[in-house]
């Protein structure tokens, strides 16, 4: 093997800038025009092949997993987080591994001459380890997808449990799609905070947009409303939609909480709770504050 | 021994707990309280409980005995300051001290055992009288 690290070596040296010139070019051919900025692709070539030529001197050419190929492996890492950010699939980001094989097979085979049994080794030995290292890229192409999606994940969890305050002491919670377990907790945990940092009385619970109540969600919001009575505040249903109500009955759930129709019941009732009037301009001229509330 | 102070405020009895409690406290602190209750004549017990990190269902046990017993000699029990993080807890371990009110902090804990005392005192004739 030492032989065959020697050539792969001298070819590297020898020919880095053809190597890296042809190298580019194929890439270039095989993604997309305007995919990748030019100059992009050939700094990071050219980054790559140093790397790859500093790990063959120093390194085993048998594993990539070495301390050795450290820097071959974070310039990997770094070139194919990028590319998943940018939307590449798998197989443009793993071409720019695969594309070298051809002038590294060329230079390979004009070091070699005629001696076809030494060709044959070379080649192996190159190409297991290019092989290995597009392996690699695409396990890192992988882990950078997971990442994103994650990350979205995270962000939509974020963005779907949002508390709003209605007026002062009156908080509502409009919760839109499925409720499951983990997301009871954001929800739980974002109203109890909420309630402490507005001093709120009553916490409005709309599932207006949650598609299906079962006895699980059923249970999720019963603890949500437990918690907020526990801080002291509490909690109205509103926005159960008519065909809920039936399969809340036929499930046999009982909620034992107050539930309105809509937000703006709920509204009403929170505003009578809390002393507070609506009045129509009008009226109030008319008959001075009598009216009770805003129902 | 360590003991728990029992403060009163006009006829409010306020206890704040600061501390770990174990078996022989909470025994103390339930002989104490009912005992104060009877000489002071109050007509509402305030538990503090927001320096408290954990609340385990031995507490919760003790929180609903309280109130338990209070209401035998007429007095409310509002458990006030509970931490978010201890009400999830709460919830999640299915102890969700239904026999006691809760309120935010001791000031909507004071407001709130007084409407209670207030309606059990026949609000409706206060309140007109207020209003006028």
């Given at each position: 093997m030492a032989r065959s690290k020697a050539l792969l070596q001298g070819v590297l040296d020898k020919n880095a800038d053809p190597l890296v010139a042809r190298w580019v070019e194929?890439?270039?051919?095989?993604?997309?025009?305007?995919?990748?900025?030019?100059?992009?692709?050939?700094?990071?070539?050219?980054?790559?092949?140093?790397?790859?030529?500093?790990?063959?001197?120093?390194?085993?050419?048998?594993?990539?997993?070495?301390?050795?190929?450290?820097?071959?492996?974070?310039?990997?890492?770094?070139?194919?987080?990028?590319?998943?950010?940018?939307?590449?699939?798998?197989?443009?980001?793993?071409?720019?591994?695969?594309?070298?094989?051809?002038?590294?097979?060329?230079?390979?085979?004009?070091?070699?001459?005629?001696?076809?049994?030494?060709?044959?080794?070379?080649?192996?030995?190159?190409?297991?380890?290019?092989?290995?290292?597009?392996?690699?890229?695409?396990?890192?192409?992988?882990?950078?997808r997971e990442q994103i999606i994650q990350r979205q994940q995270e962000e939509m969890m974020e963005l779907s449990t949002p508390v709003v305050q209605l007026w002062r002491g009156i908080l509502a919670l409009p919760l839109i799609g499925t409720l499951d377990s983990a997301r009871t907790q954001i929800v739980m945990e974002n109203l109890l905070q909420e309630i402490v940092k507005t001093e709120a009385e009553i916490a409005i619970i709309d599932i207006t947009g949650v598609p299906t109540v079962d006895t699980l969600v059923a249970q999720h919001l019963l603890k949500t409303v437990e918690a907020a009575r526990l801080m002291g505040a509490d909690c109205l249903i509103s926005g159960i939609r008519p065909q809920i109500a039936q399969t809340l009955v036929h499930l046999g759930v009982e909620l034992n909480v107050v539930s309105k129709a809509t937000m703006a019941d709920a509204l009403s009732l929170s505003f009578r709770r809390i002393g507070k009037v609506v009045i129509d301009r009008k009226t109030k001229k008319e008959s001075g504050i009598s009216e009770s509330a805003a129902d | 021994m360590e003991q728990i102070p029992i403060l009163k405020i006009g006829d409010c009895l306020l206890v704040s707990i600061q501390v770990d409690m174990h078996d022989r406290m909470a025994l103390a602190?339930?002989?104490?309280?009912?005992?104060?209750?009877?000489?002071?004549?109050?007509?509402?017990?305030?538990?503090?409980?927001?320096?408290?990190?954990?609340?385990?269902?031995?507490?919760?046990?003790?929180?609903?005995?309280?109130?338990?017993?209070?209401?035998?000699?007429?007095?409310?029990?509002?458990v006030v300051g509970m931490r978010p993080a201890v009400a999830i807890t709460l919830v999640e371990l299915g102890l969700a001290l239904t026999g006691v009110r809760t309120a935010l902090n001791v000031d909507r804990g004071l407001a709130l055992i007084r409407k209670i005392i207030d309606e059990q005192d026949g609000a409706g004739v206060l309140d007109e009288y207020r209003e006028n």
């Open positions: 194929l890439q270039r051919k095989a993604l997309k025009s305007g995919q990748l900025e030019a100059s992009e692709l050939e700094s990071q070539s050219k980054k790559f092949v140093k790397a790859l030529q500093s790990a063959v001197v120093s390194g085993d050419i048998e594993s990539i997993n070495t301390p050795a190929w450290a820097e071959v492996r974070d310039l990997l890492e770094e070139v194919t987080r990028a590319r998943a950010l940018q939307g590449f699939s798998p197989s443009e980001t793993a071409t720019f591994v695969f594309a070298l094989k051809e002038p590294l097979f060329e230079y390979l085979r004009r070091e070699c001459g005629k001696d076809a049994d030494k060709l044959a080794d070379e080649i192996m030995t190159a190409s297991t380890l290019l092989d290995q290292i597009g392996l690699y890229t695409t396990e890192m192409y992988q882990k950078s | 602190l339930q002989d104490d309280l009912t005992n104060k209750i009877v000489t002071s004549r109050a007509r509402g017990v305030m538990i503090d409980i927001s320096a408290l990190e954990i609340v385990d269902s031995f507490i919760g046990r003790m929180l609903n005995n309280i109130a338990a017993m209070s209401r035998v000699l007429d007095a409310v029990t509002v």
